[in-house]
């Protein structure tokens, strides 16, 4: 009972939260919310960070953005709780938030978009700190990314992402030479994550009168970036086109200076078929250097799906 009360005063802050340390002690991945744990300052935390990024969305989300907040019925006052969440989610897509102890490595995230289940980070960024955090949070998990979830073209195009890190799998399982198959899982690897990033984090669309729209969660969640990615002339911004997303290298500590515009969720479905038949004719095999890093651990996951573990 004292230490529930200690965990309660500690909370469930981003990078001291003993709940989550001793999950990832104990190699404890997929985890349960304990939504107790929250402080008065993690739901204050909240409360102010949805304030703030309301009036933001209504001037520069996407509309099956605004949709999906509406149609989850997200708390404005309180860290919400991922099983009600989930209540309004599961009926329209079948997706799932699913709480997790912090980074999974990539096979395995991959794997969870493919059936259905988002990897949620539980935690909330301290109150001091509101701005600015390089790690994901719940507040960029449930509110940047969960409604988009809601959109039934949305959620397929995540499915099909998914897919894709099976097809990875399965063509490298085909290497003998282990060097070789090492390089081949990074470079193919290499292709999705920047996909991912150029889109699913940071992606812009054209809205119904042509102004742009921001529908990317890395966006979604912050409160300077949404409307310095649509309104700064510092940024550049260009026509999604798979050749070049997958060669461009991102940094993820300061505003993104190049962004890409996407026609249609259809237009990004069409793009993640088109990336799996890329990879299947080995198009992937070679792309570009330098970021994002792939850690052990992710080659690692991707390396045992090969290998049918
Ligand atoms: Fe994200």
Redesign the pocket.
């Known amino acids: 009972m004292t230490a529930v009360l200690a965990d309660r005063a500690v909370g469930l802050t981003t990078s001291r939260a003993p709940f989550i340390e001793q999950a990832r002690d104990q190699g404890r991945l997929y985890i349960e919310q304990p939504y107790d744990l929250y402080s008065e300052e993690n739901h204050e935390a909240w409360r102010r960070l949805f304030a703030a990024q309301e009036p933001l969305w209504q001037k520069y989300a996407n509309d099956h953005f605004l949709k999906g907040i509406s149609n989850l019925a997200l708390p404005h006052d309180r860290v919400p709780e991922l099983v009600e969440v989930n209540k309004f989610l599961q009926p329209l897509t079948g997706f799932q938030a699913k709480p997790v102890s912090g980074y999974i490595p990539a096979f395995l995230f991959f794997d969870c978009l493919r059936n259905r289940e988002f990897p949620t980070t539980i935690t909330i960024r301290d109150l001091n700190r509101l701005d600015y955090l390089p790690e994901?949070d719940i507040f960029?998990?449930i509110a940047?990314?969960v409604p988009m979830h809601t959109d039934r073209a949305f959620a397929d195009t995540l499915v099909r992402f998914g897919d894709c890190a099976h097809t990875a799998a399965e063509i490298v399982a085909g290497i003998r030479d282990e060097e070789e198959k090492t390089r081949r899982v990074i470079s193919i690897f290499k292709a999705l994550a920047r996909f991912f990033w150029f889109t699913?984090?940071f992606g812009l669309m054209r809205g119904p009168q042509g102004g742009l729209k921001a529908y990317g969660?890395?966006l979604l969640?912050s409160h300077g970036e949404i409307s310095h990615a649509i309104e700064s002339p510092e940024v550049q911004r260009f026509p999604l086109q798979l050749e070049w997303i997958i060669n461009q290298y991102f940094e993820i500590d300061h505003y993104q200076p190049l962004l890409f515009v996407a026609d249609s969720f259809d237009h990004l479905f069409s793009l993640v078929d088109e990336l799996e038949r890329w990879m299947r004719q080995g198009k992937l095999n070679n792309v570009a250097p330098g970021e994002p890093k792939m850690s052990e651990a992710d080659v690692r996951s991707f390396l045992h799906a090969s290998e049918g573990k």
């Open positions: 994901p960029h998990d940047g990314h699913v984090e969660s890395g969640s």
